[in-house]
């Protein structure tokens, strides 16, 4: 294992999280909008009386409201239609979508149930490993379905056709300035979000809120932490460590170098790292602060992996050529190598952090499917 470790790097934080010390003003995902925006339509649809505010439920269940920035009813064309258009505000993170016109134009079909798709400014998916279709609209599966359940508030889509098309005007333009053409997403943005909010990630406050939470966590006698790197891995760690409290639950983002740092400060004795294909290929490589401006997926890393865990050359091949960390672990999926690759990549990222930590704390990694639901990987052992 000593001849895979790479050097360890906490590359600098963006330029614009340095500037602001204070707490930071969360803000809301392109999904919770279009999923707004699609409510706001299809009410006035409904009701005839274009809607001026509408309210939604967040994946978490809380329940938000957001002003309609416009909402137009054509009673005319036919089938009846209308449009609704609500400004995403994403607070104080520094997100390319900030201020843009989420557009929802919805009517009626003759087939029950809900037709959605994407319009003008949302982008079209045209490689595999992202979650979903190639050739269709990249809206991710937590914003499809808070679209439907926005929707399923106003009518029953068991026995009513609904047709939800999302459109981003100036769309294709903001994705100039994100990575979608690489991952090949082309012709827009996409409409992402796990949680509907927007949290400043990329910010100082975010990085002193994952360390603040890991000092919480030790000063209430728990020993263990529990570094998630969202809402998803965190719901697979409470189904693996059910015993744990809650506090133990620390979702770190991209700052596992610091959340590790302030675990050993703070004298908590075990740290059990739980994230998907991409970030865990990051610490592999050594990288410790992961926020995408500051590194990539090392695909060569993938490769090496495949290789160790029996992979034929073909597979090697195409897990280093894959087009992201998902699509890598899709390959060893379908090549039946899951397990093996896995567990080989969750132990090289436990020798990462045990190096990076020193010896005064225990150290354990689990790899889990992109649904969140369940472990498929570990490096063999638990703490907790």
């Known amino acids: 294992m000593a001849d895979h470790l790479p050097p360890l790097r906490e590359p600098d934080l963006p330029r614009t999280a340095k500037v602001r010390p204070t707490a930071l003003r969360t803000g809301w995902t392109t999904g919770a909008c279009a999923a707004a925006a699609a409510k706001a339509a299809l009410t006035a649809l409904v009701t005839g009386v274009p809607a001026v505010e509408v309210e939604i439920g967040l994946p978490a269940g809380r329940r938000v409201r957001f002003p ?13 239609q209308a449009e609704a258009v609500v400004v995403k505000d994403a607070g104080d993170d520094p997100d390319v979508t900030h201020g843009a016109e989420l557009t929802a134009t919805v009517a009626w079909c003759e087939v029950p149930g809900l037709a959605l798709e994407g319009g003008p400014g949302v982008g079209t998916v045209t490689k595999p490993g992202l979650g979903l279709p190639v050739g269709g609209p990249a809206i991710n599966d937590t914003p499809r379905r808070m679209i439907g359940e926005a929707v399923g508030e106003v009518v029953d ?11 981003v005007p100036g769309g294709e333009i903001m994705a100039r ?15 992402l979000g796990t949680t509907g909010i927007v949290r400043p990630f990329s910010t100082a406050s975010w990085r002193a809120s994952v360390v603040q939470a890991v000092r919480v966590t030790a000063a209430q006698g728990e020993r263990t932490v529990v570094l998630c790197t969202g809402g998803r891995t965190e719901r697979a760690a409470r189904t693996l460590l059910p015993t744990l409290p809650e506090v133990c639950f620390v979702e770190v983002g991209d700052f596992t170098g610091a959340a590790v740092t302030a675990a050993v400060a703070d004298g908590l004795t075990g740290v059990v790292f739980v994230g998907m294909a991409g970030k865990l290929a990051k610490l592999a490589a050594g990288v410790l602060m992961t926020h995408y401006t500051r590194s990539k997926v090392d695909l060569s890393l993938l490769g090496a992996v495949t290789a160790e865990a029996g992979g ?32 080989l990549l969750c132990h090289r990222v436990r020798a990462v952090l045990r190096r990076f930590a020193g010896d005064a704390v225990a150290v354990d990694v689990a790899l889990v499917d992109f649904a969140g639901s369940r472990v498929v990987a570990s490096s063999g052992r638990w703490v907790a």
């Open 68 to 80: 309609v920035a416009r909402c137009d009813l054509d009673a005319v064309v036919r089938p009846a």
């Open 157 to 167: 889509v068991a026995t009513v056709g609904v047709r939800v098309v999302i459109s």
């Open 177 to 191: 300035r994100t990575t979608n053409r690489r991952l090949g997403i082309l012709g827009g943005i996409s409409i």
């Open 312 to 343: 034929n050359e073909r597979l090697v091949a195409a897990v280093s050529t894959a087009n992201t960390g998902r699509h890598a672990y899709e390959l060893w999926e379908a090549a039946g190598l899951l397990g093996a690759a896995g567990d």
